[in-house]
Nanobody, 129 residues
Framework: VQLQASGGGLVQPGGSLRLSCEASGLPFSASAMGWFRQAPGMEREFVATISWSGGSTSYADSAKGRFTISRDDAANMVFLQMNDLKPEDTAVYYC???????????????????????WGQGTLVTVSS
């Protein structure tokens, strides 16, 4: 399984970025997908998740109203649209996948990182003026 995250970069506060994660080697349409982030010196934290069917999504409180997770099963990709970015959003963002449980998004947001099996390499997002 390979998860390739991209789309990070330097953006000013209030700006937007769209992260992408291309998956291979897994049954993507049967996989729940998630985004996590890790700031320097901090623990990795949950950001957003989307169920295998795309029928449910769940967000960290810090992401609600600003970030949107979506998926394109035809392209084996998951996206994270991030708007109104703040300096505290600065982190390395990771995508993750889970292909066995077929649970709704709330399960993955509750369980966090241990619920996911595979991880990408991360893409750096820096929000600064």
């Amino acid at each position: 399984v390979q998860l390739q995250a991209s789309g990070g970069g330097l953006v000013q506060p209030g700006g937007s970025l769209r992260l992408s994660c291309e998956a291979s080697g897994l049954p993507f349409s049967a996989s729940a997908m998630g985004w996590f982030r890790q700031a320097p010196g901090m623990e990795r934290e949950f950001v957003a998740t989307i169920s295998w069917s795309g029928g449910s999504t769940s967000y960290a409180d810090s992401a609600k109203g600003r970030f949107t997770i979506s998926r394109d099963d035809a392209a084996n990709m998951v996206f994270l649209q991030m708007n109104d970015l703040k300096p505290e959003d600065t982190a390395v963002y990771y995508c993750a996948s889970e292909s066995r449980k077929k649970r709704g998004a709330s399960y993955y947001s509750l369980m966090g990182a241990p619920a996911f099996d595979y991880w990408g390499q991360g893409t750096l997002v820096t929000v600064s003026s």
